[in-house]
């Protein structure tokens, strides 16, 4: 059974960091090209960060800079830290998991709030 467990979601200041976490079963994570989508109410779903199976990392324009995008092959995770959080963070975060399949997890909520 495939899954993807994100955690690390919760309520931030602006200027804060948090470290969402992407856990995934059920298939062969190392050959997965992984994604992190954000989804703000009212607005479609936006690509965040990926990372090929290598390792090699791509940014949108709003977050590079702030945001790092990193996998661990053995322990079947992908991370997301998340630094200098602004208002337009909030949204609720997804991970994603692409190759010939594609895999979304539940999603986890990030609010940046003073």
């Known amino acids: 059974q495939v899954q993807l467990v994100e955690s690390g979601g919760g309520l931030v200041q602006p200027g804060g960091s948090l470290r969402l976490s992407c856990a995934a079963s059920?298939?062969?994570?190392?050959?997965?090209?992984m994604s992190w989508y954000r989804q703000a109410p009212g607005k479609e779903r936006e690509l965040v960060a990926d990372i090929t199976n290598g390792g090699t990392a791509s940014y949108a324009d709003s977050v590079k800079g702030r945001f790092t995008i990193s996998r661990d092959n053995a322990k079947n995770t992908v991370d997301l830290q998340m630094n200098s959080l602004k208002f337009e963070d909030t949204a609720v975060y997804y991970c994603k998991a692409t190759l010939l399949h594609t895999y979304w997890g539940q999603g986890t909520q990030v609010t940046v709030s003073s």
């Open positions: 059920g298939f062969t994570f190392r050959r997965y090209f």
